[in-house]
């Protein structure tokens, strides 16, 4: 079964745990927490109090997506603040294996993102040591944009890549995920799918859900 990560970022914020709940009751079994530093990418997004908070909103797997320059500063209290999985981008990172051993050393699976001009050989030498690798699919910063179709071909290089090494990465998509694109992505090698503004935007949460996770255009 695919993974369903709802991206909050897309949620109405005044009634944000009555949104995060009904993403649970619609099946998505991670939410997608966008960290944005105003440096790494050019928007500010929310942090480490919000995490927090919300964190009694629901036994969800907390996916916190950190848009942040030099992201080891962060790790510790990201992990304290509640995620279970801290994705990192490697082109923010100055030593992406000190990021690595760092989250790991608390207890949390490790994500490295990957934006859509990088190249998958910026990825490949840590393959074996993270759990998860997001493809981005727009370029990060902000939510509501289209779908890149040249970022089909680095999912099934790097569906390719983690199958080759005989390992059990997640490979995360995020952006521009909704009916049309959910099968592309899935039949490509992705097995999460981040959602923000279709899932959100959506009259009935639950159906749309059942979408996405299926890969089946309405
Ligand atoms: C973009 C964020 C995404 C965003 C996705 O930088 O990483 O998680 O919320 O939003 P949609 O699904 O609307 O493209
Ligand atoms: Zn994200």
Same mark, same amino acid.
């Given at each position: 079964?695919?993974?369903?990560?709802?991206?909050?970022?897309?949620?109405?914020?005044?009634?944000?745990?009555?949104?995060?709940?009904?993403?649970?009751?619609?099946?998505?079994?991670?939410?997608?927490?966008?960290?944005?530093?105003?440096?790494? @990418?050019?928007?500010? =997004?929310?942090?480490?109090? +919000?995490?927090?908070? &919300? #964190?009694?909103?629901? $036994?969800? /797997?907390?996916?916190?997506?950190?848009?942040?320059?030099?992201?080891?500063?962060?790790?510790?209290?990201?992990?304290?603040?509640?995620?279970?999985?801290?994705?990192?981008? @490697?082109?923010?990172? =100055?030593?992406?294996?000190? +990021?690595?051993?760092? &989250? #790991?050393?608390?207890? $949390?699976? /490790?994500?490295?993102?990957?934006?859509?001009?990088?190249?998958?050989?910026?990825?490949?030498?840590?393959?074996?040591?993270?759990?998860?690798?997001?493809?981005?699919?727009?370029?990060?910063?902000?939510?509501?944009?289209?779908?890149?179709?040249?970022?089909?071909?680095?999912?099934? $290089?790097?569906?390719?890549?983690?199958?080759?090494?005989?390992?059990?990465?997640?490979?995360?998509?995020?952006?521009?995920?909704?009916?049309?694109?959910?099968?592309?992505?899935?039949?490509?090698?992705?097995?999460?799918?981040?959602?923000?503004?279709?899932?959100?935007?959506?009259?009935?949460? $639950?159906?749309?859900?059942?979408?996405?996770?299926?890969?089946?255009?309405?």
């Amino acid at each position: 079964m695919n993974i369903l990560a709802p991206s909050i970022l897309s949620a109405d914020f005044t009634i944000l745990g009555q949104q995060i709940k009904e993403t649970e009751a619609a099946g998505a079994q991670y939410l997608h927490f966008d960290v944005m530093d105003g440096i790494f @990418v050019p928007s500010i =997004s929310f942090g480490l109090p +919000v995490l927090k908070s &919300i #964190r009694k909103a629901s $036994k969800q /797997v907390y996916d916190v997506h950190l848009m942040i320059e030099e992201p080891i500063r962060y790790i510790e209290q990201f992990a304290e603040s509640g995620a279970d999985i801290i994705t990192f981008h @490697v082109e923010a990172a =100055s030593d992406s294996r000190e +990021v690595i051993d760092k &989250i #790991r050393s608390l207890g $949390k699976k /490790v994500g490295l993102a990957i934006k859509p001009k990088t190249p998958v050989e910026a990825v490949v030498p840590y393959l074996e040591h993270i759990d998860m690798l997001l493809v981005m699919t727009v370029e990060p910063g902000f939510g509501g944009q289209s779908f890149m179709p040249e970022t089909v071909d680095k999912i099934r $290089k790097i569906r390719e890549r983690v199958s080759s090494l005989g390992i059990e990465a997640d490979i995360e998509v995020d952006g521009g995920i909704n009916d049309k694109t959910a099968s592309i992505v899935l039949n490509a090698g992705a097995n999460v799918l981040v959602s923000g503004s279709y899932l959100f935007k959506s009259d009935d949460m $639950k159906a749309a859900a059942a979408v996405l996770r299926e890969g089946k255009s309405c």
